[in-house]
């Protein structure tokens, strides 16, 4: 590259007093394991968590027979008697039980270093490297320099700590683990290790925690089920954590069995074996992608003074970290093999969490995965499409059982056990389109790595399924003749309607994937044609009479309604089928409903409004939603008055209280002001050639702020599976790299113009501005 003058800087969050709150703690994770380190001198607590500690059992939500009183709720709703429609299906519509299981704590890892003051040590430091992956804490006491190291390992799927002490013989501990869950045990095994034991009080998951703790010098003992070390020079402890989960209808597993293996692997190494293999693993992800948004002043200050500093210092090196820091998240929470990241990512350290820290997907499951594809980190989207095809199973008995349809559903929320049903209440549980939300995320999977197999084999037949519930269920709005969803609602306001835009947008984008797939599989002729027909006769997104996109059938949107939910401008972002170029006037309503809505909002919806606002090509407005997010954010309930969104000291999203969707919206929020690849021509099929994967189109710099006149970003990666580095000065395009793995014609634009181009696979092209 001709403007390689590397400056992404030290990707470090770090403090200078240890963690009190939880919100200051700093996570790790290896997508089964998270931890949040609170750093405490003398006494040190981890709070840990395992993916798959939840209340409940396996269990089927769906309400038999449900579908009896489809027909007569519709009717309700088109006679105008919307609280009789919503009393009827709250009564016959809805899940059994009514509410979905949480997700749990699991517990602490404490260590006490009695030598060491409560007060009074000095160079006291804590951070954590976003590059390594590694958190550490450093500080003096008495004239000797103590530290530790921590990671969550992947490939041992451990959480591992290293304790050393500049003197020899003065590293003195006791270590102990504590349940969050009454009536567990501690043992202390014959190996020396110890166990906790114990279950979730209401439910069937039953858990095992594992600590080894190997000490190098001094003496060991046991002491009230807690390892006691005495004068050593160094420590490596190790902790293991498991459940009898295996899937959403069988818990046999053992958990003790799964620690065995886990501490053999332990076992097996070295603390600097599996700190090498734990940087290959993490290293080979996490740098993928480099940003350099430019430097700052402000960059030396510890990370809690940089984002109350944020407002007036500018502090684009904080925005890169920021963006750093959501890819550092996925990696930690969502692994190939585990589950995927849940409400709070997989950290959580109350019994009784927020939403149940479950899975919400009338925005925030898909929030959640918006940064994978672009921010490289393709394999990190596999956990949800292993999911995916448990809830198409769950979610054809819902279907069957609620709308006598074929094909698989899913509503607002699941949950581990895979509740597909409509939960909490019926003026917003009953909402038809998460399913086929979720299964857009297949077909760009593809989009975006050009993988046939997967396509074939995972993604089509689910994609498939979704798209048949629609074909069985799309009914006649009466006054317009046209198709729509229904009883349904727009994510969570209005109330139990038919046809809410939202629903329609996404159905009509996901007949356009399942034609799009089934075209390039080339199967299922007469399924495609007849998605086609249905597409065309769905109820057409209209504008209103302030010049908004409606954001239901009938012109009623209020111009003051500044709900955090945008769900009817998902055809602008995640969706593609409105678009500047494309439908110009309906893009022009998506902007101006966006604009009533205004800037302010809780975390995720922030994270939304910055990918809509690059969308509409506008930086700066996608930079002053940015500038909102990074404020701090205080720790109170969501419903306190004084609560305020923003970021806490560890730098996790404020709903409030914490949801990490917010950091994953920012990060693609960040990716989407400096690239975007879906087709701006528009299409209401998803049927342009750029759409199925054989060329590909690049928007470069399309939403780029003046707060970042100058940068990098390198390894960021396109649909039709182009990767791209791009480097700009004053604004301006300086030079951008492609490069595909298959030969394929590229359209880019940028600054209004734009250029074919051929690509020869595994051949990096260099153009620059002029898009020579
Ligand atoms: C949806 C949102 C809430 C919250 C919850 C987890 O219901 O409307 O704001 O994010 O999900």
């Known amino acids: 590259m001709a403007y390689c003058a590397w400056a992404q800087g030290p990707l470090e969050l770090w403090y200078r007093q240890p963690a009190k709150l939880w919100v200051e703690a700093l996570p790790v994770g290896n997508g089964h394991l998270g931890g949040m380190i609170f750093g405490g001198a003398a006494h040190e607590r981890i709070q840990f968590n395992e993916q798959t500690v939840w ?3 396996p269990h089927d939500y769906s309400h038999p027979g ?3 009183y489809l027909g007569q709720i519709r009717q309700l709703l088109w006679d105008g008697k919307q609280k009789e429609a919503e009393d009827l299906a709250m009564k016959e519509f809805m899940s059994e039980p009514i509410r979905q299981r949480a997700y749990q704590a699991f517990g602490d890892l404490l260590l006490d270093f009695p030598g060491i003051p409560e007060d009074g040590v000095t160079a006291y430091r804590r951070s954590l490297d976003l590059e390594t992956a590694l958190a550490k804490v450093e500080f003096t006491a008495q004239g000797v320099t103590y ?10 799927n451990l959480l591992v700590i290293r304790l050393t002490a500049s003197k020899p013989g003065s590293l003195s501990f006791t270590a102990g683990l504590k349940s969050a869950h009454g009536g567990s045990a501690v043992e202390v095994l014959n190996d020396g290790d110890l166990a906790m034991n114990g279950k979730v009080e209401d439910g069937a998951i039953r858990f095992q925690a594992r600590l080894m703790v190997d000490a190098q010098g001094g003496r060991r003992d046991t002491r009230d089920g807690r390892t006691v070390i005495s004068g050593a020079d160094s420590a490596t402890l190790v902790l293991a954590g498991a459940t009898n989960f295996v899937n959403f209808r069988d818990v046999s597993g053992d958990p003790a069995r799964h620690n065995v293996q886990s501490m053999v692997w332990a076992h097996s190494k070295s603390y600097d074996a599996l700190r090498t293999e734990h940087l290959a693993d993490y290293q080979k992800l996490f740098r993928r992608v480099k940003l350099d948004l430019g430097t700052s002043a402000a960059a030396s200050r510890s990370t809690d003074e940089r984002i109350k500093a944020f407002a007036q210092s500018g502090d684009p090196q904080l925005v890169a970290m920021l963006f750093q820091y959501g890819r550092y998240l996925m990696i930690s929470s969502s692994r190939p093999g585990g589950q995927p990241a849940n409400l709070q990512g997989l950290w959580n350290e109350s019994n009784n969490p927020p939403w149940d820290s479950k899975y919400t997907d009338n925005i925030n499951t898909e929030m959640n995965y918006w940064p994978v594809e672009e921010t490289n980190l393709s394999e990190c989207q596999l956990p949800l499409f292993d999911v995916m095809k448990e809830l198409a199973q769950a979610g054809a008995v819902t279907a069957r059982e609620h709308y006598n349809a074929g094909g698989w559903v899913v509503h607002h929320n699941f949950d581990i056990w895979r509740g597909t049903a409509p939960i909490n209440a019926s003026n917003h ?10 299964s857009t995320h297949l077909f760009e999977h593809y989009l975006f790595t050009g993988d046939k197999t997967f396509l074939r084999d995972t993604a089509y037949p689910l994609m498939k399924g979704a798209a048949q519930f629609f074909v069985d269920t799309l009914v006649k709005d009466p006054k317009s003749g046209r198709l729509i969803t229904g009883p349904s609602n727009s994510p969570e306001q209005g109330g139990l309607v038919m046809g809410p835009t939202m629903d329609r947008e996404i159905v009509r984008t996901l007949f356009g994937d399942v034609v799009a797939a089934g075209r390039t599989l080339g199967v299922d002729a007469e399924f495609r044609d007849k998605l086609v027909a249905l597409s065309a006769q769905i109820a057409p997104l209209q504008i209103g009479r302030y010049g908004q996109l409606q954001e239901w059938l009938e012109d009623k949107d209020d111009p003051k309604n500044d709900h955090r939910h945008v769900s009817h401008l998902w055809a602008a ?17 998506a902007r101006q409903s966006l604009i009533f809505r205004g800037d302010a909002a809780t975390g995720w919806s922030m994270g939304w409004k910055i990918n809509l606002w690059a969308r509409f090509l506008d930086g700066d407005h996608a930079y002053k ?3 909102n997010l990074i404020s701090p954010a205080n720790d109170k309930d969501a419903t306190h008055p004084t609560s305020h969104p923003g970021l806490f000291a560890n730098m996790f999203d404020a709903h409030p209280p914490f949801q990490i969707d917010g950091n994953f919206g920012a990060t693609a929020g960040i990716a989407e002001m400096l690239l975007q690849s879906d087709d701006p021509h528009g299409t209401e099929l998803s049927l342009t050639p750029a759409q199925t994967g054989d060329t590909a189109f690049l928007h470069l710099l399309p939403a780029l702020p003046a707060a970042f006149p100058a940068g990098t970003v390198q390894g960021l990666r396109a649909r039709g599976g182009v990767e791209v580095g791009i480097s700009w000065r004053n604004g301006k395009l300086l030079q951008a790299t492609l490069k595909s793995d298959q030969s394929k014609k590229v359209t880019v634009r940028y600054a209004g113009k734009e250029v074919g181009i051929n690509l020869t696979a595994g051949q990096v092209k260099a153009i620059d501005g002029g898009l020579q």
């Not at 530290?147 to 041992?156: C, I, L, T, W, Y």
């Not at 549980?429 to 979720?438: E, H, K, M, S």
């Open 55 to 57: 209340t409940g059992e």
């Open 66 to 68: 449900a579908y009896r």
């Open 147 to 156: 530290r530790r190291e921590m990671f969550a390992s992947h490939p041992a």
């Open 429 to 438: 549980g009953i909402w038809q389109t998460g399913g086929a939300w979720l």
């Open 573 to 589: 972002y995640p969706g593609s089928e409105v678009t500047p170029y494309g439908t110009p006037e309906l893009f022009a309503a």
């Open 625 to 627: 939603i940015l500038q």
